[in-house]
């Protein structure tokens, strides 16, 4: 089944976060050369971001689904 707490789903989430979370570190600590480079980090943040919120999203809606059969 399904859940928040699959092994499976919460690594990916993790992996996930961990990317975000250099991404910030890196640019924090002038990590991008240029403007352009930290547009494109923060391009990649905001990607990032999106996906955890459509993984979650996928989960609630299979566990609702579960519910109703």
Known sequence: MLSDNNPIL???KQAINNRIQKIAFD??????GSF???KT???IVKGLKAALYDIDDVVEQYMT???DE
């Open 36 to 38: 352009e480079d930290y």
């Open 10 to 12: 919460v690594q990916i």
């Open 65 to 67: 689904q579960d519910d």
């Open 27 to 32: 640019l924090t600590n002038g990590g991008a």
């Open 41 to 43: 980090q923060c391009g």
